[in-house]
C-alpha cells in the first residue's frame, strides 16, 4: 500500500494540536499507511506535509500501479483494529470514497443452511418447508476497518422453526414473556431497575499526544462504580446488540461526526446523545439484562475487558437463534387474530416513520434558524432602534429620556436575538436528541415485524405439506408453537414500545414546553424593562 496515491473529494481541516492533515478537494496525496485507525489514513501531500486525513474523504487514483498493489494488500490480514493502538474515535460521513484494501468486504448476507431431511417427509418438504428468509438489517455505508463482527452467524431459522437444533440455554440469558389480557404481551422484568448517568467528558490523548480522543464516565445507580468509555466503544456495543438481539429495534447512536470533535459545544451535545441511548437501554427489560450490556458498563479491567468482548464476539445465542432463550406460555395462539394485530401495527408503523422523519427535520430546521436567522433577525431590529436614538441625538433638544429608552428598546432586541441563539441548547436539541432515538427504533421495526412474516409464511408452507400427506401432524403443530414464540416476542416489544412512547415522549414533550415557557417569559420581562424605559 506505501506509495499509493488517492484525490481528495472535499477540504478537510485537522484539528490543531493534533496529527491531522489538512487537506484540500482536488489535491493528491500519497498513502503511507491504511490501517491507522477507524476510518483514517496516514500520508503526505505534495508538499510534503505528513498526517492523519479521513479515508471517506479520499479516493483512489486508479492506475495500473494500485491495482495491482489492491489485489496483494486485500489477502493481507490487518488484526483487530479495536485493540490497534492507533485507532481513535474518527467518525467518517455517509460518503463512498477510498477504502482501503483490507476493509473491502462483500456485503454480508445471512445464508440459511439447508438441511435435507432424512425422515419420511421426501424431498417436497426438504425443498419448500426450509425456505425461511430473515430479513438482513441495513449495514450502514460507513467504512470501517476489518470490522469483523459484520460477518453474522448463519441465522438458523429454519433449524429453530423445525426444532432441528437444541441449544443449551443458560439460565442467565433466559428472557421471559408474560400474557396479558386481550392477547397482549410484554417482557418481564427481572431484577431491579437502575439507571447509569454519562458524565465528564474528557479530552485524553496517547502515542506522546499523536492521537486524540475523548472519553465519558458511565456509573450505574447499582454499583456506582465509574468506567470510561469512548465513542469507539459504544459503536463495538450496538454491533454486539443489533446481532444478538434480532427481535428487539436497537436505539441508534449519535451521527457520527468527522470535523469539530474537540469543541467543546459538541462533546457536551454529544454527551447527551449518549444519555439518551444508555437511558433508553437501561429502560428495556431484556437490553437492561444482557450481558454484554453489562460488561460494557461495569468492566473498570483492562484485561478482563479484552477478554470479554473477545467472549461476546464468539457467542452462538444470537439472531434467530435467541429465539431458544424465550420462556414463554405455550397456549397456541389465534393465528388469524395474530395475523390482524400484526397487519395493524405494520401499517402503524409505516405511517408513523415518514412523519417522525419530518417531525425530525422541523426540529434540526427550528435549531439552526434560532442560531442563525431569528438571531439575526432582532439584531437588524436591535440596530434599527439603534440608530434611530444616534440620529435623534444630533438635536440637542431631543436629547434625553426618549433617545436613552430607544438605545434600551435596541439592547433589548439584541439580547433577544442572543436569547434565540442560546435556546436550542434547552428545548430544541433535547427534543431532537429524543427523537433522533425513536426515529431509529421505528426505522428497525420493519425488519422485525418481516421475521415474523416470514414464519407465518413458513407455518402456510407445512400447513400445504400436512393436507398434502407430505409432513406429519404433530411436526405441525410443533411448528406452529415456535412461531407463536417470535409472534409473543414481537407482541412484547410492541408492548414496549407503547410505554416508551407514553411515559417518556410525554415527558419530553413537558420538558421541551416547559423551557418554550421559561424562554419567551425572559423575552417578555426582556421588552417589559425596555417599556420602563419611556415612563416618566
Known amino acids: 500500500m506505501e506509495g499509493q496515491q488517492v484525490r481528495a473529494l472535499y477540504d478537510f481541516t485537522g484539528e490543531s494540536g493534533t496529527a491531522e492533515l489538512s487537506i484540500v478537494a482536488g489535491e493528491i ?23 492523519l486525513f479521513p479515508a471517506a474523504y479520499v479516493q483512489v487514483v486508479e492506475t495500473a500501479a494500485s491495482a495491482s498493489s489492491a489485489m496483494t494488500s486485500s489477502q493481507q490480514s490487518s488484526g483487530d483494529y479495536w485493540d490497534d493502538d492507533w485507532d481513535d474515535d474518527s467518525e467518517v460521513g455517509q460518503t463512498q470514497a477510498y477504502v ?30 426450509m425456505n425461511f428468509v430473515i430479513p438482513e438489517r441495513p449495514m450502514p455505508n460507513v467504512p470501517k476497518k476489518n470490522n469483523k463482527f459484520s460477518t453474522l452467524i448463519k441465522s438458523g431459522a429454519d433449524s429453530f422453526l423445525l426444532g432441528m437444533r437444541v441449544m443449551n440455554v443458560p439460565d442467565t440469558e433466559k428472557i421471559y414473556i408474560e400474557e396479558l389480557e386481550g392477547g397482549q404481551c410484554k417482557w418481564s422484568q427481572r431484577g431491579e431497575s437502575y439507571s447509569c448517568v454519562v458524565t465528564s467528558p474528557k479530552k485524553e490523548s496517547k502515542l506522546k499526544g499523536l492521537k486524540s480522543f475523548i472519553v465519558y464516565q458511565l456509573t450505574p445507580t447499582f454499583n456506582n462504580i465509574q468506567v470510561s468509555r469512548r465513542y469507539k466503544h459504544f459503536d463495538w456495543l450496538h454491533e454486539r446488540l443489533e446481532e444478538k438481539y434480532y427481535f428487539i429495534p436497537i436505539p441508534p447512536l449519535p451521527d457520527k461526526q468527522i470535523s469539530g470533535r474537540y469543541e467543546g459545544q459538541f462533546i457536551e451535545h454529544r454527551r447527551s446523545q449518549l444519555q439518551e441511548f444508555v437511558d433508553y437501554v437501561c429502560r428495556h427489560p431484556v437490553l437492561a439484562r444482557s450481558r454484554v450490556w453489562e460488561h460494557f458498563i461495569t468492566c473498570t479491567d483492562e484485561k478482563r475487558w479484552k477478554a470479554g468482548k473477545r467472549q461476546a464476539e464468539k457467542d452462538e445465542l444470537l439472531g434467530v437463534n435467541y429465539f431458544n432463550a424465550i420462556q414463554c406460555p405455550e397456549t397456541p395462539m389465534d393465528a388469524i387474530k395474530v395475523e390482524i394485530q400484526m397487519d395493524t401495527y405494520s401499517r402503524f408503523i409505516s405511517c408513523l416513520d415518514p412523519v417522525v422523519k419530518n417531525f425530525m427535520a422541523m426540529v434540526v430546521d427550528q435549531a439552526k434558524k434560532h442560531q442563525g436567522l431569528y438571531k439575526r433577525e432582532f439584531q437588524k431590529i436591535g440596530q434599527s432602534f439603534t440608530a434611530l436614538s444616534l440620529a435623534l441625538e444630533g438635536d440637542d433638544s431631543s436629547r434625553g429620556r426618549l433617545t436613552c429608552a430607544l438605545k434600551a428598546t435596541g439592547e433589548a432586541y439584541n439580547d433577544i436575538g442572543k436569547l434565540y441563539a442560546e435556546q436550542p441548547k434547552f428545548d430544541w436539541e433535547p427534543l431532537a436528541d429524543k427523537f433522533h432515538i425513536y426515529r431509529g427504533i421505528i426505522s428497525s421495526f420493519p425488519d422485525v415485524i418481516s421475521i415474523h412474516k416470514s414464519a407465518v409464511q413458513k407455518r402456510k408452507d407445512c400447513e400445504k405439506l400436512v393436507s398434502e400427506h407430505k409432513m406429519e401432524s404433530q411436526k405441525l403443530r410443533e411448528l406452529s408453537l415456535r412461531t407463536d414464540v417470535i409472534a409473543r416476542a414481537l407482541l412484547a416489544e410492541e408492548t414496549h414500545f407503547q410505554t416508551e412512547k407514553e411515559v417518556h415522549i410525554t415527558q419530553a414533550m413537558k420538558t421541551h414546553l416547559t423551557e418554550q415557557i421559561t424562554f419567551y417569559q425572559k423575552i417578555v420581562d426582556t421588552l417589559r424593562e425596555a417599556l420602563n424605559a419611556y415612563e416618566g
Open 29 to 51: 496525496l500519497t498513502v503511507m499507511r491504511d490501517n491507522v485507525g477507524d476510518g483514517w489514513c496516514e500520508g503526505f501531500n505534495q508538499r510534503g506535509k505528513c498526517g
Open 100 to 129: 482501503p484494501p483490507q476493509q473491502q468486504q462483500t456485503q454480508h448476507t445471512i445464508q440459511l443452511t439447508q438441511e435435507h431431511s432424512t425422515n419420511d417427509y421426501g424431498d417436497a418438504f426438504s425443498m419448500q418447508a
